[in-house]
T-cell receptor
């Protein structure tokens, strides 16, 4: 069975600090995709990034960066120079290489960025 | 933005009453999903559909049933609501390309309170 673990339940930082959200996954599939979603206080789920299991290159998008390491089954998310607008719950998720194509989610990390 | 509409967005009901949540999509996607979101659990899959009249159970399907009579509509029914079903329910859809990359598009959520 697949599993996604986000051990950090809640993180609080002061604006402009860097913060890393951890994600560890378990799967027996050789082909899979990893995702990060953001859920701001308004409640919608916003897609941030998708990474496939064959591409371990790190990715940077503005202040966001993602570090994918198959050796440690981790897909960590770093926000550089955090801003109050980054305050949200962040979910890491893992796709299944099965017919149902569902996502398995971690329990989420609540990030509070204080001004 | 993916065209997904959930209704109702908010509902308060009493224990033992039936409740139906509706998910409507305008994207003609084959796959549709119902997740529930609870603190400490992230999002958990209730039921999913891979076509008209084709549905199957997820990890937390007890007490729920679904129906899909048209491509665009996926209904979630609580036959006899219980307080443990108080939650936020998200509908999601997925593209049906052959090389599925697993990304889900989510509706805005339906907050259900069972008293």
């Amino acid at each position: 069975a697949q599993k996604v673990t986000q051990a950090q339940t809640e993180i609080s930082v002061v604006e402009k600090e860097d913060v890393t959200l951890d994600c560890v996954y378990e799967t027996r599939d050789t082909t899979y995709y990893l995702f990060w979603y953001k859920q701001p206080p308004s409640g919608e789920l916003v897609f941030l990034i998708r990474r496939n299991s064959f591409d371990e290159q790190n990715e940077i998008s503005g202040r966001y960066s993602w570090n994918f390491q198959k050796s440690t089954s981790s897909f960590n998310f770093t926000i550089t120079a955090s801003q109050v607008v980054d305050s949200a719950v962040y979910f890491c998720a893992l796709s299944e290489d099965t017919g149902r194509r569902a996502l398995t989610f971690g329990s989420g990390t609540r990030l509070q960025v204080q001004p | 933005d993916a065209g997904i509409t959930q209704s109702p967005r908010h509902k308060v009901t009493e224990t033992g009453t039936p409740v139906t949540l509706r998910c409507h999509q305008t994207e003609n996607h084959r796959y549709m999903y119902w997740y529930r979101q609870d603190p400490g659990h992230g999002l958990r899959l209730i039921h999913y559909s891979y076509g008209v009249k084709d549905t199957d159970k997820g990890e937390v399907s007890d007490g729920y049933s679904v129906s899909r009579s048209k491509t665009e509509d996926f209904l979630l029914t609580l036959e006899s609501a219980t307080s443990s079903q108080t939650s936020v329910y998200f509908c999601a859809i997925s593209e049906s390309r052959r090389l599925n990359t697993g990304e889900l598009f989510f509706g805005e959520g339906s907050r259900l309170t069972v008293l």
